[in-house]
């Protein structure tokens, strides 16, 4: 393939290094390096870690597994590997998914084109010679035509309690777990933050712990997740009918291999909701989200009712009423927050050795030697556990040097709020695209990824077809967030903002508040992103530009 994409109006052409730098190897990184590859286009992996993995390398705190079924939380692009793997249960393990993804760069010979251990500190677009020059923490310079970003969207740390270092015990935030097993045994620990994170360590940590205290702001609705071990007839069953899966998980709105409901509460008997409900509460997982009434997301009373029915459901399960209702979501619908998966999570609370600190009364304010200091005075630990989430979404890109047309940073891009074309590409920085970037669909990751990582390579095949570069308009990025935050007026999600939600910005102090999931569902959104084709991608130097759908 030629090596030189002519910006219109440039004209110079200047080798570089590779064509396209991929930073990142976790699920997309890997995904857009087997995309790039199959379409001839020379590519580059810089990764952090010491190993592939990404959000699974990191995160391998106790207890870590995906929220998402196995057998749809991984790639499809491989047919042989899809009749292989065999998944042990229905929410992997991280080692399981760490595992899987060592295998998947072993088995496409991937680790030849990826240099672990670096950490890419900047990436500088040169708009006379149409270049990327992407830099290292090794001090290592890279030139590139393309740079793709598949730097997750929950990677950079929020670490919101100061004085860490006066701290004498152990503190770990849970995305830097160290690799060698951590004792509780007899210890007393906290944990800081229910999100899905805490609420995955929660359990496990108190049954080896000496004492726990868990350090509570926003409750959640946590789901149980009813994992179990996968026989081989149910292995069987899925490889059977992978097709049919797949199928149903681009038509399902969130990607899971879910089947159509049809089914809204204001249709239903009232004296049969609460069996509506009981059947997706004991069917786990995000089935009761989505296998109960397709309207619980957008509709006040379907939710309220859903709502409420959860709340009952702490009630029954946690004897000590006081913590019961601490529990008990109350400023946000559900949905509202990222719904946990919970494996005996509200059980937990009846241990003897685990208590519950709601830090809206009395807050955190600092470490202290001992352990933490809080409103009412000193609490002792000697293992403190910080779950307490990350900068998501947008956070990687503005916490790396990242600049595109006259310099321009994506931090000064997105101070008013991080916006972008479809999660996939952001005005004014040409031939730099994002995977999983803001507005992109809320949905099981792997096949949005897919999605995305093909649509990439089609456009950077198509760029070197035409002569152009990959650059869309601001117009463009507007409208496309007009589209989502239209899509998302239409839910009973807005609520989470006051609830601190990530997905709104809005768990970061300072940080400028925006929607930044498209939560229309990912069969339209691909539908949308598909027809760019038709439409030169919507690409400022393609010959048909037209609107946006
Ligand atoms: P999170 O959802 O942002 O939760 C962070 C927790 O820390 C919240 O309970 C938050 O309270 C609390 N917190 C933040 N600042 C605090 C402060 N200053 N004082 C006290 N508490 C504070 O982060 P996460 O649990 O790491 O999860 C992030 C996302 O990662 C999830 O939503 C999910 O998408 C993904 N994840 C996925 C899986 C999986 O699929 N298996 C597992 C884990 C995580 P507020 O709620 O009040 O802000």
Redesign the pocket.
Same mark, same amino acid.
């Given at each position: 393939m030629a090596p030189a994409n002519e910006t219109p109006g440039t004209k110079e052409q200047v080798g570089v290094d590779v064509e396209a730098i991929i930073i990142g190897a976790g699920i997309g990184g890997l995904r857009a390096l087997w995309e790039l590859r199959s379409r001839g286009i020379s590519s580059k992996v810089l990764e952090k870690g010491s190993n592939v993995g990404g959000t699974w390398y990191w995160?391998r705190y106790p207890g870590? *597994? %995906?929220?998402?079924e196995s057998w749809v939380y991984c790639y499809s692009f491989d047919k042989d590997l899809l009749q292989e793997w065999d998944w042990k249960e229905r929410f992997p393990t991280q080692s399981e998914m760490q595992a899987y993804l060592e295998h998947v760069a072993d088995r496409h010979d991937m680790r030849k084109d990826i240099t672990f251990g670096v950490t890419v500190t900047s990436a500088i677009f040169d708009e006379n010679a149409n270049v990327w020059t992407v830099t290292t923490d090794a001090g290592a310079t890279y030139t590139s035509r393309y740079v793709v970003a598949a730097t997750g969207q929950?990677g950079i740390q929020?670490f919101? =309690?100061e004085g860490v270092e006066n701290f004498k015990g152990i503190a770990y935030h849970?995305s830097s777990w160290p690799e060698e097993p951590v004792s509780f045994e007899g210890k007393r620990v906290a944990v @800081?933050?229910?999100?899905? !994170?805490?609420i &995955?360590i929660i359990p496990l940590v108190a049954q080896e712990a000496g004492s726990l205290t868990v /350090? &509570? *702001? !926003?409750p959640n609705f946590v789901m149980p997740a009813r994992n179990y071990v996968l026989t081989d007839t149910h292995r069987a069953a899925i490889k059977r009918d992978y097709d049919d899966v797949w199928a149903k998980v681009s038509e399902q709105p969130f990607g899971m291999a879910f089947d159509p409901v049809n089914r809204v509460l204001g249709d239903t008997e009232p004296a049969s909701r609460n069996q509506v409900l009981e059947a997706g509460w004991e069917a786990g997982g995000f089935r009761y989200i989505f296998e109960t009434f397709d309207d619980l997301l957008t509709d006040e009373e379907c939710n309220a009712a859903a709502s409420e029915f959860v709340r009952n459901k702490i009630r029954a399960i946690v004897k000590d009423p006081v913590t019961a209702e601490l529990l008990c979501p109350t400023d946000h619908p559900v949905g509202g927050?990222?719904v946990?998966?919970g494996h005996f999570y509200y059980e937990t609370f009846n241990r003897a050795n685990v208590s519950l600190v709601d =830090?809206n009364s009395n807050p @955190?304010e600092r470490f202290t030697e001992n352990g933490l200091m809080t409103a009412d005075g000193e609490l002792e630990f000697d293992v403190v556990i910080i $779950? %307490?989430? /990350?900068d998501?979404v947008s956070g990687a890109l503005t916490h790396m040097d990242v600049r595109g047309r006259q310099g321009l940073s994506m931090k000064e891009r997105w101070a008013d709020g991080a916006e972008s074309f479809m999660g996939v590409m952001v005005d004014r920085f040409p031939n730099f695209f994002t995977i999983l970037g803001p507005q992109g669909p809320f949905s099981n990751n792997p096949p949005v990824i897919e999605h995305q990582a093909e649509w990439i390579g089609k456009v950077i095949t198509y760029c070197e077809q035409q002569g152009i570069a990959a650059e869309v308009s601001t117009e463009t990025v507007e409208s496309w967030y007009r589209i989502a935050k239209e899509a998302f007026d239409s839910t009973v999600l807005g609520a989470g903002e006051q $609830?601190?939600s990530?997905y709104l910005g809005a768990?970061i102090p300072g940080k400028a508040h925006r929607i930044l999931y498209w939560f229309g569902g990912s069969p339209a959104y691909n539908d949308m992103l598909d027809r760019t084709e038709e439409a030169g991608f919507h690409l400022i130097g393609a010959r048909q530009a037209a609107p946006v759908a």
């Open positions: 995160n870590a *597994r %995906t929220d998402s929950l929020h919101p =309690v849970s @800081i933050g229910t999100g899905a !994170t805490g &995955q /350090f &509570q *702001r !926003t927050k990222r946990p998966l =830090v @955190i $779950a %307490t989430g /990350f998501a $609830a601190h990530w768990n």
